[in-house]
């Protein structure tokens, strides 16, 4: 075999680069025209920073195909889906905030080994929780959502773990994957809450 590449070689190594960086770049549009969702919220919630307690809602993303590209799929395919799943998770939070009728208020998602959570904080967590879960129910947020507050071990607020109060109330949680953990897998059958743990501090 030659040392050189053939035209057909250097033809395909050329059209692969290109197919690369043209997924690259329609990926990065894809996610540049999703609506922002600082423009969705329609009622801001009154509260104070300082004292407010932080909710986390919470779905796995192991269903979602643009995080787990499939091995020997175009990069363009690969960089479509993911910006699919990227607006379709943000979608999530969008609606979260858009219905938030002050009980609550946004303050941004993270994406952790195979979790997206979305983080609110609200003065009345009791009320912001059951807000979360009457959406929840109506079909408005997609199955398999669990939802934890914060409990505050001082009252400076400066050191906190998660309690779990939806689906169920207790148990383990994470802001990262854990299997163990209970999920809601429909709104139509998902359980009634309980009393949700008041703040501290």
């Not at 967590?125 to 109506?138: E, F, G, K, S, T």
């Not at 400066?158 to 953990?181: C, E, I, N, S």
């Not at 897998?185 to 359980?191: E, G, Y």
């Amino acid at each position: 075999m030659s040392a050189a590449m053939g035209p057909s070689v250097m033809l395909k190594w050329t059209l692969v680069s290109i197919g690369s960086v043209v997924g690259l770049l329609l990926g990065f549009a894809a996610y540049l025209i999703l609506p922002p969702l600082s423009f969705l919220s329609s009622t801001e919630a009154k509260s104070d920073p300082d004292h407010d307690t932080q909710i986390v809602v919470q779905w796995m993303i192991d269903d979602e195909p643009g995080f787990k590209p499939g091995s020997g799929t175009s990069s363009i395919v690969n960089a479509v889906r993911f910006a699919l799943s990227l607006k379709r998770l943000e979608d999530l939070e969008g609606t979260l905030l858009s219905e938030a009728h002050g009980a609550y208020r946004d303050t941004g998602n993270d994406i952790s080994a195979g979790t997206f959570n979305v983080y609110l904080y609200a003065a009345e967590p009791d009320r912001a929780v059951n807000r979360v879960i009457a959406l929840y129910r109506a079909g408005e947020l997609r199955p398999g959502m669990r939802i934890a507050i914060a409990h505050y071990k001082n009252a400076l607020r400066t050191d906190w773990d998660y309690q779990l109060v939806y689906p169920v109330k207790g148990g383990a949680f994470d802001l990262m994957r854990h299997p163990t953990t209970p999920l809601a897998k429909d709104p139509r059958t998902a359980p009634s809450t309980s009393s949700v743990p008041q703040k501290t501090g």
